[in-house]
């Protein structure tokens, strides 16, 4: 089974970027549909970004609030998956998890 490990998280100023990295053990992910997740505080974990690289050539989904903002890519070789924050917000404040069929241990940013 696959495990995930989130880096990159931090504090950063409003309009500051980020780039969270997700490495992936126990299996190759190039064959996974991925994504990244984030739980603010107080409320629910919600969806961010997720990709899948399949017959036809891939999908890539970003919920409207990060779109134009972040990125989401993943290195098969590195068995790494990405998310590059760009513009960041205060609302973008919250733990950040990746995500395919196991969790990640999540990764804290914080924007102010």
């Known amino acids: 089974e696959v495990q995930l490990v989130e880096s990159g998280g931090g504090s950063v100023q409003v309009g500051g970027s980020l780039r969270l990295s997700c490495v992936a053990s126990g299996n190759t992910i190039s064959r996974y549909c991925m994504g990244w997740f984030r739980q603010p505080p107080g409320k629910e974990r919600e969806g961010v970004a997720a990709m899948y690289t399949g017959f036809g050539g891939g999908n890539i989904y970003y919920d409207d609030s990060v779109k134009g903002r972040f990125t989401i890519s993943r290195d098969n070789a590195k068995n790494t998956l990405y998310l590059q924050m760009n513009s960041l917000k205060t609302e973008d404040t919250a733990v950040y998890y990746c995500?395919?069929?196991?969790w990640g241990q999540g990764t804290q940013v914080t924007v102010s």
């Open positions: 995500a395919t069929s196991v």
